[in-house]
T-cell receptor, first 112, second 116 residues
Framework: GQNIDQPTEMTATEGAIVQINCTYQ??????LFWYQQHAGEAPTFLSY????GLEEKGRFSSFLSRSKGYSYLLLKELQMKDSASYLC?????????????FGTGTRLLVSP | ETGVTQTPRHLVMGMTNKKSLKCEQH?????MYWYKQSAKKPLELMFV???????ENNSVPSRFSPECPNSSHLFLHLHTLQPEDSALYLC???????????????FGPGTRLTVL
């Protein structure tokens, strides 16, 4: 079966650093995505990892360990606008189209 | 218009009504998707169209019927829905995976559906 686990909710303070973890068990692996979703809005793409290691993009970084079935999203210098849900998704097939398996999302609340 | 658009943004319907959700993408992608997002549940993939051909039907009840007339448009026809079908319905598009690259999916803003 397919299973993606991430914490339901996290809280942090403006200016701090937060790490959102994601573990996965899927049939086949062909990349892991992180999306950000503000309340009432569309999910927007943040990062993609297919090889082990860290991908850095400004204040956001994402890490992947395929052997451990583990990823994390690191958010630095938190801002109030970072309050949102963060969705971890695995591309679980190698066929001709993307099939993403999503976790339930981690709701991040950033306080002043 | 840019990106992925969806209409209507909100829809309230009775169980005996028939309605349709519309999605349009302006990104030149060749794959389109319907997802259902319910509170405290993961995004659930419903249907996938690649090059206008349906390639995935994730055991979705027949009261949901997709249509993809061309690579830019996707519809979800609804009839005799149940209250538990109330959710946010998201459309997404991407380049087909075989074209290379990570080909992330771009999502529309969704249609908030309430079934009375």
């Amino acid at each position: 079966g397919q299973n993606i686990d991430q914490p339901t909710e996290m809280t942090a303070t403006e200016g701090a650093i937060v790490q959102i973890n994601c573990t996965y068990q899927t049939s086949g692996f062909n990349g892991l995505f992180w999306y950000q979703q503000h309340a009432g809005e569309a999910p927007t793409f943040l990062s993609y990892n297919v090889l082990d290691g860290l991908e850095e993009k400004g204040r956001f970084s994402s890490f992947l360990s395929r052997s451990k079935g583990y990823s994390y999203l690191l958010l630095k210098e938190l801002q109030m606008k970072d309050s949102a849900s963060y969705l971890c998704a695995v591309r679980a097939t190698n066929t001709g189209f993307q099939k993403l398996v999503f976790g339930t999302g981690t709701r991040l609340l950033v306080s002043p | 218009e840019t990106g992925v658009t969806q209409t209507p943004r909100h829809l309230v319907m009775g169980m005996t009504n028939k309605k349709s959700l519309k999605c349009e993408q302006h990104l030149g992608h060749n794959a389109m998707y319907w997802y259902k997002q319910s509170a405290k549940k993961p995004l659930e993939l419903m249907f996938v169209y690649s090059l206008e051909e349906r390639v995935e039907n994730n055991s979705v009840p027949s009261r949901f019927s997709p249509e993809c007339p061309n690579s830019s448009h996707l519809f979800l026809h609804l009839h005799t829905l149940q209250p538990e079908d109330s959710a946010l319905y998201l459309c997404a598009s991407s380049q087909d995976y075989t074209s290379g690259g990570h080909n992330e999916q771009f999502f529309g803003p969704g249609t908030r559906l309430t079934v009375l």
